[in-house]
């Protein structure tokens, strides 16, 4: 095995042992998301083609994969304030293994944080396609990694200051939601909110997700969430790997 | 080893001058301490020489390797135990020195096997397999010691490693750095703020202050001509007028005297206490209480700068644009 892997392997199983060990914190960091569930789905009007639930459960899920993704570099944040950032800085392990393997690890908490989601609303009326979720689970998967090194890499900038971190972070946290459409659609929103839903990448993750949850494959849609989340991927592993590498 | 060493941080149009051309070089197998007061530049130097940061001008090599160009060989050898914790505080203690040493190339067993050995050797047994952050301050620093060690590192550096430890774990520590060096023949650079501390340890003693080297030498050699501060009170000042008088008797001692207590400094001053009571005594002066103490860094600091490490404040430097001579120094380990 490459060094590379190795490396890479070695800081994923680190960052994992704590998500092992304590599975209830998972559960803690989507009480948002569950909130928003309860909250919002009494209020949502019936649709022509089916129930609203049905519409609102893979916004949902997707909020979660962006939140906890977001959320993650506040791990890197007090490794650094704390020093053992700086001490696996020392050690031989490859920078872009530092922030890869960070960010490969973001992909478990979201699994099971779709999976605790899927199993809440199944009893109610929502359909579940399970092939469906697990095709939306990949693509969530390449946008949580992306997403996750994207906070890993805002964590690098900010130098262990936690209201550049914070303020940052939410900042573009909701603006990011809203106009993916997540929370509600945005097909009727005027033409500037409709060009910068066009512009964000999550837009097309939320469609893809949605079809697929519904039990549909419309090639083109899930393409284009492929696509999405791939590009999120690759910007965010590209911009943390540069980050990790300055990191002092 | 390094070669005219220097480190600037500007921030604020003010610009640190935090090690300024330092000149070094430490054989291999060496036990050097950095000795010197907050600011002086002693971590600035180790996260140089740890790859952390690069310098602003001149160089350094480490186990053979330049600390900018060989990074990789550089942390491949080297071990580092920073002034925060090494433990990340969601883990376990036991967890973090596995990873640490896998890091480090070691097979899974063995890594496993060293892991155990630390925790045995830093007495960690108790606390090892509980979360970092339920440890206390003393357990975390022996843990992030362990770390340092895992991969038994040609060059190992600390810094403060003594910081928060209690008597005991001090002298523990002690004792284990001695043991790993003769044990295995690293070379050991450490910063410490205690002369005790670099004369118990350290074969050779580097005083730094202001980015500077202003001595380097054993501690022996630094204390000697100093001596000990022996400081006796006596019941009124008319005694320890009487007392001081005689005590000008002893041979290259200085006293002072204020009120109702004399201070003697003098070379081996301990040893002679015994000795200097019964005199008194003798004389119908007996003291009325004795305190001896041996010198301290700032003693040291006091010989060698003229100044009071008490005096001693930061001087950031405002000119901006003043040319940073690149001079020779290099720092050898
Ligand atoms: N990142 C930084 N930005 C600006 N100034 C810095 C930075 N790091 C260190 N300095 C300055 O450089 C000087 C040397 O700092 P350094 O941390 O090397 O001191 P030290 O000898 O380790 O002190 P201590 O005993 O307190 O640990 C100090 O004046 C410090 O304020
Ligand atoms: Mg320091």
Redesign the interface.
Known sequence: MSTFVTDTLNVMNRELKPVWREPMAVVFAMIQPLVFLCLFAPLLPEMADGSALQWFVPGIVAMTALMGASFTGANLMEEMQSGSHERQLVSPLGRPALLVGRALKEVVPMLMQVAIIVAVVTPFAFDLHLGGVLAAAVILSVFSIGVGALSFALALASKGEDWMFWTVQQTLLFPTLLTAGVLLPVDDAPRWLEVVSMLNPMTYVVDAVRALFAGTFPVDVVLQGVLGAGVVAALGLWVGVRAMRRSS | MTRGLTRHFTSRKQTVEAVQGLDLEIGQGELVAFLGPNGAGKSTTL?ML?????PTSGSASVAGHDVVTSQ?DV??A?G?V???????????GR??LI??G????LARADARRRAAELIEDLDLAAVADRKVSSLSGGQRRRL?IA?GLVHLPRVLFLDEPSTGLDPQNRANLQELIRRLHAESGSTVVLTTHYLEEADALAGRVVVVDHGRVIADDTATRLKSGLGDLVRLGFGSPGDSARAAARLERVPEARVEVDGQSVDLRVKDGSAMVGELLADLAADGVPPTRVEVARPTLDDVFLDLTGRSLRETQQSPTTDADAPSAPTESEVAA
Do not use: V
Not at chain 2, 50 to 54: K, S, V
Not at chain 2, 82 to 92: D, E, K, S, V
Not at chain 2, 102 to 105: Q, S
């Open positions: 996260r740890t790859t952390l940061i690069a990789r942390r491949r080297i580092f920073g002034q925060g914790n090494g433990a990340g505080h969601r883990q376990l967890d973090e990873s640490q896998r890091a480090h190339g992030d770390m």
